[in-house]
């Protein structure tokens, strides 16, 4: 029969979180009695099946999207909205940091795992890293829940992206081209596209 001066063996999950509070605790364990709950920069990300896209609104043209791999694509949609987060969030970390984020996300999961972490050590591994990212560059973050009727324009992003990876065709290499001059390399290229050599 247990009792309270048992030993026990604790899980390497368990040992992970002890680590992190312990590492922690002690200098973000503080409430200010006065805080400024308004926003300096507000940021809309979305996910599907094939990728992900978001923006930020103050500056529209930081636009950031990427595609899932074969083993991503077949994650829960939870753990992909979540990654879009994460990836939106670093790879546009030099206009975020050291701000007051409002984040609009249209799966509500996202706003109780960010908020609150998760049962599932996946998920749960997110929030992990997520904090350490806000910690490191200053970044605060309130993830709200929007319907996705008001999150089209990260949507559109998302179908941009799977409308144009893998099918670019000539008219748009050419824009691209007198945009910012002769490409050396095209990376996009498969044996559907490869039309490198006939711009030449």
């Given at each position: ?10 899980s ?10 312990r ?24 996910a ?19 595609m ?13 909205e979540?990654?879009?987060v ?12 050291d701000k007051?984020?409002?984040w ?13 972490g998760s ?9 992990y890293?997520?904090?350490e ?19 089209e324009?990260?949507v ?6 799977i409308m ?28 559907d ?8």
């Amino acid at each position: 029969m247990t009792s309270w001066n048992s030993c026990i063996v604790l899980s390497t999950e368990s040992l992970i979180q002890i680590k992190f509070w312990r590492e922690n605790l002690e200098h973000v364990n503080v409430k200010k009695f006065s805080s400024d709950v308004s926003c300096q920069s507000v940021v809309y990300s979305d996910a599907s099946n094939t990728g992900y896209g978001g923006y930020v609104v103050e500056t529209p043209f930081n636009i950031a999207h990427g595609m899932w791999s074969e083993c991503e694509a077949s994650k829960s949609s939870t753990w992909k909205e979540l990654n879009a987060v994460r990836n939106i969030l670093l790879s546009m970390i030099n206009v975020l940091k050291d701000k007051r984020i409002k984040w609009f996300s249209d799966n509500q999961n996202v706003v109780t795992t960010v908020e609150k972490g998760s049962m599932k050590p996946e998920l749960q591994g997110y929030c992990y890293v997520h904090f350490e990212n806000c910690l490191i560059h200053n970044i605060s973050i309130d993830v709200v829940w929007v319907p996705r009727t008001l999150n089209e324009k990260a949507v559109s992003s998302v179908v941009l992206l799977i409308m144009t990876i893998g099918v670019l065709t000539n008219k748009v290499i050419y824009v691209c081209r007198f945009l910012w001059g002769p490409h050396e390399i095209d990376w996009f290229a498969n044996d559907d596209n490869h039309i490198g050599c006939e711009l030449e």
